[in-house]
């Protein structure tokens, strides 16, 4: 399985990667505490390369965002550049990393604080409010513990949507993910990833806002209303994947009982989820968008704790990407 992984992800850098500079003093701080705290290259994959027009869909799904990251290292790896990423969930956070260009990023966080409860547990819901620890994983760890590469992600020829879902109207909010500041778009990260009952509600411009799964799990509508010609879809379940009715809707319906729009779109999640896995199926087939999706039953749930399960789930999206890269090259150059 190792010979799957990419190289950098087990050396690390000579020193962290630059800090956004409202975080300038925290991250160097961190740096100087721990000079190899980083395993990531000092410089983003992405530079002094170009960036193809290429729209990339990434499902989320949590923890099974492992998937992702690995096919999004092999991307990475190869020279793979697309310039529009459109994220949901586990997915914008997948594609934050694509767009910083840091190789392993994902994988080495999601391997590191698996077992950290702060990071992504029930516990952290209990003592936050939040199963995602929003001030531990938006904040301490990207601007302290692992120092995210800010100055590359605003300087990257690459840009990211992020999708959530708005109560109120019961409809996806694409949002476009240029500053990561408290007060900017970083709230419309941390929404696409609020998943329901576990997460509060963040409110940012006016809106309440909840993970986009509930109402555009896999955007690949939107990605086509872009008027691009090219689309490749990470998907998140393999092919035989069936989600069925929410087990929980009597508890999200006394949860949401203000929002009915968002309650509508719940209660049918399932009966929108499966329609939109065949339309991509159909549309991969005909050669109009490129899918790379699991090949076997994904057995990771969403807060996975066991590291090697989530390491060989990384090994599979690795693998997958590399399987599928010959047809990927010729689809693109169509």
Same mark, same amino acid.
């Given at each position: 399985?190792?010979? $799957?992984?990419?190289?950098?992800?087990?050396?690390?850098?000579?020193?962290?990667?630059? #800090?956004? #500079?409202?975080? *300038?003093?925290? !991250?160097?701080?961190?740096?100087?505490?721990? #000079?190899?705290?980083?395993?990531?290259?000092? %410089?983003?994959?992405?530079?002094?390369?170009? !960036?193809?027009?290429?729209? /990339?869909?990434?499902?989320?799904?949590?923890?099974?965002?492992?998937?992702?990251?690995?096919?999004?290292?092999?991307?990475?790896?190869?020279?793979?550049?697309?310039?529009?990423?459109?994220?949901?969930?586990?997915?914008? =956070?997948?594609?934050?990393?694509?767009?910083?260009?840091?190789?392993?990023?994902?994988?080495? /966080?999601?391997?590191?604080?698996?077992?950290?409860?702060?990071?992504?547990?029930?516990?952290?819901?209990?003592? +936050?409010?939040?199963?995602? &620890?929003?001030?531990?994983?938006?904040?301490?760890?990207?601007?302290?513990? @692992?120092?995210?590469?800010?100055?590359?992600? *605003?300087?990257?020829?690459? $840009?990211?949507?992020?999708?959530?879902?708005? /109560?109120?109207?019961?409809?996806?909010?694409?949002?476009?993910?240029?500053? =990561?500041?408290?007060? *900017? @778009?970083?709230?419309?990260?941390?929404?696409?990833?609020?998943?329901?009952?576990?997460?509060?509600?963040?409110?940012?411009? &006016?809106?309440?806002?909840?993970?986009? &799964? +509930?109402?555009?799990?896999?955007?690949?509508?939107?990605?086509?209303? $872009?008027?691009?010609?090219?689309?490749?879809?990470?998907?998140?379940?393999?092919?035989?994947?069936? %989600?069925?009715?929410?087990?929980?809707?009597?508890?999200?319906?006394?949860?949401?009982?203000?929002?009915?729009?968002?309650?509508?779109?719940?209660?049918?999640?399932?009966?929108?989820?499966?329609? $939109?896995?065949?339309?991509?199926?159909?549309?991969?087939?005909?050669?109009?968008?490129?899918?790379?999706?699991?090949?076997?039953?994904?057995?990771?749930?969403?807060?996975?704790?066991?590291?090697?399960?989530?390491?060989?789930?990384?090994?599979?999206?690795?693998?997958? !990407?590399?399987?599928?890269?010959?047809? /990927?090259?010729?689809?693109?150059?169509?």
């Amino acid at each position: 399985m190792n010979e $799957t992984l990419p190289s950098e992800q087990h050396n690390a850098a000579e020193r962290a990667v630059p #800090p956004h #500079p409202e975080h *300038a003093s925290d !991250a160097e701080s961190a740096r100087q505490a721990n #000079p190899a705290s980083s395993p990531f290259a000092s %410089k983003p994959a992405w530079e002094g390369k170009e !960036a193809v027009p290429v729209n /990339l869909v990434l499902e989320g799904g949590a923890m099974r965002g492992q998937f992702t990251a690995g096919v999004l290292d092999y991307f990475l790896e190869h020279g793979l550049f697309c310039d529009q990423v459109i994220g949901v969930s586990a997915g914008a =956070l997948n594609g934050y990393c694509y767009v910083s260009g840091e190789i392993g990023r994902t994988c080495f /966080l999601n391997m590191k604080y698996c077992n950290d409860p702060r990071y992504l547990s029930m516990k952290s819901f209990v003592h +936050t409010g939040n199963a995602c &620890g929003r001030e531990f994983a938006f904040h301490e760890v990207p601007e302290k513990l @692992d120092p995210f590469d800010f100055q590359a992600f *605003a300087n990257s020829p690459i $840009t990211l949507t992020a999708v959530s879902s708005d /109560l109120e109207l019961g409809e996806a909010d694409y949002h476009a993910v240029r500053d =990561l500041g408290r007060d *900017a @778009d970083l709230p419309y990260l941390i929404a696409s990833s609020s998943m329901p009952l576990v997460s509060q509600i963040v409110e940012v411009d &006016g809106k309440k806002l909840l993970d986009g &799964g +509930t109402c555009d799990s896999v955007p690949i509508t939107y990605s086509l209303l $872009t008027g691009r010609k090219k689309h490749i879809v990470v998907l998140t379940q393999d092919a035989t994947y069936e %989600k069925g009715p929410n087990k929980l809707m009597p508890v999200l319906s006394q949860m949401y009982a203000d929002f009915p729009h968002y309650l509508e779109r719940l209660r049918y999640r399932h009966v929108e989820y499966n329609r $939109t896995y065949r339309q991509v199926a159909r549309m991969h087939e005909a050669g109009e968008v490129f899918a790379i999706q699991p090949q076997c039953p994904v057995e990771v749930h969403s807060m996975e704790h066991d590291q090697d399960k989530l390491l060989d789930l990384y090994a599979q999206g690795y693998a997958e !990407a590399a399987r599928t890269w010959d047809d /990927l090259q010729e689809y693109l150059a169509k």
